[in-house]
């Protein structure tokens, strides 16, 4: 119930912000202010804040979020920063054992992942190149949140009670490099395919363990960053199974998971601010069959990853109902 509730928060803070914006935060933004500026006009030059930051205002953090503002520092600080230390409660779920004690650094931890539906990530391109074309999750119609991309309520045309915007995450432990579960681990070899990667990053001895240690991933340490290791996950994996990345660290390419210590699935927060619980077996079509190579997938269109895809995506045409 708890972490229902403090989803429920969140995604009332999501709804204030659009409120203000008139469009959801990003994913990633390459700067945590929205007017911040250095004396050139650039951007400042600190980037992958994720959309929880954006939200703190609208969760009676503002002062926690003018505090980091002046601070102009890097999303996996902490130690020397207070306000980026400490808990959050809407943050968090209780159920997430590891987020109660402090991430890397000090970090303050976030059980909360925004979906990227069924687009895969690349969080290297440069994000003051708006003109290059985006990686992956950046193409703007298969993710409720996009990278460097604020989106309207009208481009949700799926319908926001259709459409996953975020959900949960089991944090790994301060101990993450040696850390092999499957929820919270990051398996760092880059699969051929989404099903290679529910196959191959499992161990053959132990199925709720990584094939590979979940070395440099720190998979919900702080809740500033908005990478996709750290603070994002796919409707292609399905909840609870297992994640892939390049073998970057927190700053790759990866596909990932929502995760939870719930029995039998995850809480899911659709786009109209509503919490729903998410099977872990609802369909995903990684049956063996799916031969798009990673990171790449079809730009629009009809989701080819089972229910679960489509509820990813909100403009794919599908408007699937939740099951």
């Known amino acids: 119930m708890h972490c229902s509730n403090n989803f429920k928060q969140w995604g009332l803070a999501l709804h204030a912000y659009h409120d203000a914006v008139q469009a959801f935060p990003a994913s990633i933004s390459n700067t945590y202010s929205d007017t911040r500026k250095n004396a050139d006009g650039t951007a400042v030059d600190t980037d992958c804040w994720s959309a929880s930051f954006k939200l703190l205002p609208y969760m009676e953090q503002q ?19 207070p306000e980026m230390a400490g808990k959050i409660p809407p943050l968090l779920c209780p159920s997430d054992g590891s987020s109660q004690s402090p991430g890397l650094n000090s970090g303050c931890r976030s059980s909360i992942v925004v979906s990227c539906g069924d687009g895969m990530d690349s969080n290297r391109a440069n994000p003051r190149d708006l003109v290059a074309p985006w990686e992956g999750c950046n193409i703007t119609n298969h993710g409720f949140f996009v990278p460097y991309v604020y989106k309207s309520m009208a481009s949700i045309t799926d319908g926001t009670s259709n459409t996953v915007a975020a959900s949960e995450t089991v944090s790994n432990p301060l101990t993450a490099n040696g850390y092999r579960g499957i929820k919270g681990g ?5 699969p051929a395919s989404a099903s290679d990667c529910n196959i191959t990053a499992r161990s053959t001895t132990a199925r709720n363990e990584l094939a590979a240690d979940s070395s440099g991933s720190y998979r919900g340490h702080w809740f500033t960053d908005g990478r996709p290791v750290t603070g994002q996950f796919n409707t292609i994996m399905p909840p609870n199974g297992p994640c892939c990345s390049d073998g970057a660290g927190d700053g790759g390419w990866a596909l990932v998971a929502a995760s939870s210590n719930h029995s039998g699935g995850v809480n899911v927060l659709r786009g109209d601010a509503s919490v729903t619980f998410v099977s872990e077996t609802i369909g995903t079509k990684l049956n063996g069959n799916d031969t798009a190579a990673v990171p790449t997938q079809t730009p629009s269109g009809r989701s080819p990853y089972g229910i679960w895809g489509e509820l990813g995506t909100p403009n794919g045409g599908e408007a699937t109902p939740f099951p």
């Open 186 to 190: 990051v398996y760092p070899v880059r």
């Open 63 to 81: 002062s926690r979020y003018a505090a980091i503002v002046s601070r102009v520092p890097w999303v996996w600080e902490g130690n020397s920063i």
